[in-house]
């Protein structure tokens, strides 16, 4: 085994471990603001449809994508029952069930190592490097997390457009 390699993977569990960390941050209690949820929302849409274009012609891959998003938004459904809204004189903020949120986006995020490291491993062998979307198991999780989040954009939208009405309507 070469020193990258063992450096490789030593580092694996710190990256981890950081990036846990800033999600943690990340999914505390937030002010809600109109334009980061149509950015969320948007964003999180173009992550399922940019794969789903290249796929029309592998149908596993395609479903596979397809049975993600829809655990993605089921998921996102549940987790807006939990979702705690909060309308203060300060403004409008949301707390999100941090746990199930940082296990969607931690799912992508080790997939996304995993490639790393398998397109680090084919280095200097024969074997093609994999496409991010060649297997079915990587868009199963890119669907779950784009689902989840861009489900939870949208509602977070429609919460405030809910909140302007009531407002409008005093």
């Not at 290249?54 to 993605?72: N, V």
């Not at 996102?76 to 296990?103: A, D, N």
Request: aromatic letters at 10%; glycine letters at 6%.
């Amino acid at each position: 085994m070469s020193l990258t390699t063992l450096a490789l993977i030593a580092l694996v569990p710190f990256l981890i471990w950081r990036i846990y960390q800033r999600l943690k941050a990340q999914m505390a209690r937030q002010r809600s603001i109109l334009s980061r949820h149509y950015t969320g929302l948007f964003v999180f849409s173009v992550m399922l449809l940019i794969p789903a274009s290249e796929l029309a012609d592998r149908p596993l891959q395609l479903a596979a994508l397809a049975a993600g998003a829809i655990g993605g938004i089921a998921l996102g459904s549940y987790g807006l029952r939990r979702t705690r809204f909060e309308t203060t004189p300060e403004g409008y903020f949301f707390s999100v069930p941090q746990r199930m949120s940082i296990l969607v986006a931690m799912l992508l995020v080790a997939r996304v190592i995993y490639l790393g490291i398998e397109i680090y491993m084919n280095q200097g062998s024969s074997q093609p490097n994999p496409r991010f979307t060649d297997s079915p198991l990587t868009m199963v999780c890119l669907g779950i997390t784009a689902a989840y989040f861009a489900s939870f954009s949208a509602a977070l939208m429609r919460w405030r457009k809910q909140k302007r009405k009531e407002i409008e309507n005093s």
